[in-house]
T-cell receptor
Framework: SQQGEEDPQALSIQEGENATMNCSYKTSINNLQWYRQNSGRGLVHLILIRSNEREKHSGRLRVTLDTSKKSSSLLITASRAADTASYFCATVLFSGGYNKLIFGAGTRLAVHP | DGGITQSPKYLFRKEGQNVTLSCEQNLNHDAMYWYRQDPGQGLRLIYYSQIVNDFQKGDIAEGYSVSREKKESFPLTVTSAQKNPTAFYLC????????????????FGDGTRLSIL
């Protein structure tokens, strides 16, 4: 099973609406990161939230972290068609003798004009 | 502009053939990574390198090989031993090797899509 799992798998909304994506993880973390991937492109780092932070903002993005529930959410406010992409959360896992970044399967967001 | 360049964008492999994917970065990053992405899935780590002339296997290294002779270059070879190579391959880099307690976002190239002929 994955360290990070996003929910929902797919989300379809109209421009101007808010989009909320959730991420659950299994082990203790130092930080959690969110990335965005446009179709056929690489990932772009959006925001990092540390384990001692509860909320963080960056432009139209708002990330929350609840370490007691081992979950995080990414909120995109006033969505635009250009926000259409897949969104991944990533956490650090120490496994096999080294630290590695574990990505979930992602949430595919479609924003319709 | 600084960034990571992957080439080619599309690659086709014949049965029994080895192919090499290029990854070059001019960000002066020490750490570099190769990931494999299958449709509808997250990324899985193939190999990573913390510094020049050093690299370590990730979760799915079988059938792949890498080298790190220069700081800016981390090529990935998909060998004939990899029986299911069709996937999207992503190269990434970060300032320093990924360690707990360090906030290190990874920077990604635009990927190479590998298919079987």
């Amino acid at each position: 099973s994955q360290q990070g799992e996003e929910d929902p798998q797919a989300l379809s909304i109209q421009e101007g609406e808010n989009a909320t994506m959730n991420c659950s993880y299994k082990t203790s973390i130092n930080n959690l990161q969110w990335y965005r991937q446009n179709s056929g492109r690489g990932l772009v780092h959006l925001i990092l939230i540390r384990s001692n932070e509860r909320e963080k903002h960056s432009g139209r993005l708002r990330v929350t972290l609840d370490t007691s529930k081992k979950s995080s959410s990414l909120l995109i406010t006033a969505s635009r068609a250009a926000d259409t992409a897949s969104y991944f959360c990533a956490t650090v896992l120490f496994s096999g003798g080294y630290n590695k970044l574990i990505f979930g399967a992602g949430t595919r967001l479609a924003v319709h004009p | 502009d600084g960034g990571i360049t992957q080439s080619p964008k599309y690659l086709f492999r014949k049965e029994g053939q080895n192919v090499t994917l290029s990854c070059e970065q001019n960000l002066n990053h020490d750490a570099m990574y190769w990931y494999r992405q299958d449709p509808g899935q997250g990324l899985r780590l193939i190999y990573y390198s913390q510094i020049v002339n050093d690299f370590q296997k990730g979760d799915i290294a079988e059938g792949y090989s890498v080298s790190r002779e220069k700081k800016e270059s981390f090529p990935l070879t998909v060998t004939s031993a990899q029986k299911n190579p069709t996937a999207f391959y992503l190269c990434a880099s970060s300032i320093a090797p990924f360690r707990l307690g360090l906030d290190q976002p990874q920077h990604f190239g635009d990927g190479t899509r590998l298919s079987i002929l």
